[in-house]
């Protein structure tokens, strides 16, 4: 209950890190409304890079089963208890709770309460224009690992990557994720499968620009 006790315990599990036995050696990440153009860029000293648009439901494939390796070699490292990282997750959060609107207008007063937003803010949150207000994502792979575009996906291997610039972005929206999960456990008439059903609905409507460089 007490402030201080609670830093001791956000410290101790700030080490807190999820291992994986196994991971795959090929992963499949697929690219939003199948086959659109993409911007490909390469230099004499065996550089490349393609820019794509994923979806936030594909980039959690990577999230998932790499966790903060993920971001082992990221110029920031996300900043999940830091004043700008709070910022960030509440306005994720935002972008989620926008996006679920619709789904929960005739649940119970809470429910109504956590997800009615007045017109301004769905509007300044809509999942859709997310693509528009963000830098994007920039995911490093080795020269010698694959990267191949085949029809609506790309074909990577998972150890190979790291995502050099965009860590504050995709642990604090996964974070935020996560808040919203808990926060709404509480709504006894949301069905818990339906709503991760739902949130993964609007992580497909949140689209980022990502650029893949290999070399």
């Known amino acids: ?45 065996h550089m490349e890079a393609k820019i794509f648009n994923i979806s936030m439901y594909e980039l959690q494939k990577l999230y998932n089963i790499l966790g903060t390796r993920l971001f082992q070699n990221n110029v920031r490292i996300g900043i999940s208890n830091k004043k700008v ?23 119970s007063e809470e429910a109504n309460a956590y997800f009615s937003l007045p017109d301004s803010t769905l509007s300044k949150f809509n999942p859709d224009i997310f693509w528009y207000k963000h830098n994007g994502i920039n995911i490093y792979i080795n020269e010698d690992s694959p990267l191949e575009f085949s029809g609506d996906s790309i074909i990577l291997n998972p150890h190979d990557v790291n995502v050099i610039n965009g860590a504050q972005t995709l642990t604090n929206f996964f974070l935020a994720k996560e808040e919203v ?23 497909k409507d949140i689209v980022v620009k990502t650029v893949f460089i290999k070399g």
């Open 1 to 45: 209950s007490k402030a201080s006790e609670r830093k001791i315990i956000n410290s101790v599990f700030s080490f807190y890190q999820p291992i994986y036995s196994e991971i795959p050696n090929n992963m499949s990440i697929r690219v939003s409304d199948e086959e659109i153009n993409y911007l490909e860029y390469a230099t004499p000293e």
């Open 85 to 107: 990282g709070r910022e960030l997750r509440d306005e994720f959060k935002t972008y989620l709770i926008a996006g679920l609107t619709n789904e929960y207008k005739d649940y």
């Open 181 to 203: 999960l808990e926060e709404t456990s509480s709504f006894m008439d949301l069905d818990e499968k339906v709503l991760s059903k739902n949130i993964d609905k609007v992580l």
